[in-house]
């Protein structure tokens, strides 16, 4: 017999945080990730539940100048992408970013790349500012931002909740994502799906 999953209930000293979901990780995109457009309507119900509690909502894009170093032109890893202003860069469509959450831009200068929305921002001092102890973390993509994120969250002192349902990952490497899952959850995230904060709405 399985046992019921447990459930989470949402505390005053969480924060959602969603990461890089934006169009050029797309399908169609300059750097698609595959189905990252399937991420979209499950970010938003953890959105609305955030933001219907007046929770900290924190959303994290990469947003880089057109000489970037992560561009292959440039002797790096990738095509050009998430150019800051450009349409590629813009959250993506029907992704409900409330007035109220925290837009936190990364990489935003040619000679550094960032992955962790940590890196070179005030994440860290604004969730601390704002009392969050547990992060809940999902976006794009699995296997590069949301791993980084996470790692680095996890360093910070906070918990986190890894949101299963809600990331898709590149696969440069067929497997990527189970093994920065595997890893997430091994540094001390917890998984967890919509069902397991036992909320859900039909
Ligand atoms: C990302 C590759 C390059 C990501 C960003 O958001 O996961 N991946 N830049
Ligand atoms: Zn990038």
């Known amino acids: 017999m399985n046992q019921p999953a447990p459930t989470i209930t949402l505390q005053p000293a969480d924060a959602l945080v969603v990461v890089d979901v934006q169009?050029?990780?797309?399908p169609g995109g300059a750097l698609a990730v595959?189905?990252?457009d399937r991420v979209v309507p499950v970010l938003n119900r953890y959105i609305r539940l955030f933001h219907d509690r007046q929770q900290p909502l924190v959303f994290t894009r990469d947003w880089h100048p057109a000489d970037h170093c992560s561009f292959r032109d440039q002797g790096g890893p990738w095509p050009p992408h998430c150019i800051a202003g450009s349409a590629g860069?813009?959250?993506?469509?029907?992704?409900?970013?409330?007035a109220?959450?925290?837009?936190?831009s990364k990489a935003t200068?040619?000679?550094?790349?960032?992955y962790s929305g940590f890196q070179g921002?005030?994440?860290?001092?604004w969730l601390r500012?704002?009392?969050c102890q547990r992060l809940f973390i999902g976006g794009l993509a699995t296997d590069y931002c949301v791993l980084e994120t996470v790692r680095d969250a996890l360093r910070e002192?906070?918990?986190?909740?890894?949101?299963?349902?809600?990331?898709?990952a590149v696969e440069v490497q067929a497997g990527d994502g189970l093994r920065a899952r595997q890893s997430m959850v091994e540094a001390g995230a917890r998984p967890i799906t919509l069902a397991t904060l036992g909320q859900e709405t039909p």
Request: charge should be negative; hydrophobic fraction near 50%; glycine fraction near 8%.
């Open 129 to 131: 500012r704002h009392d």
């Open 157 to 168: 002192g906070f918990a986190v909740l890894l949101l299963e349902d809600a990331v898709r």
């Open 23 to 26: 169009c050029d990780f797309l």
């Open 109 to 114: 200068t040619s000679g550094a790349d960032a």
């Open 121 to 125: 921002t005030t994440l860290a001092e």
């Open 34 to 36: 595959p189905q990252g």
């Open 100 to 104: 109220e959450a925290v837009v936190m």
């Open 89 to 98: 860069a813009a959250f993506a469509p029907g992704l409900e970013v409330p």
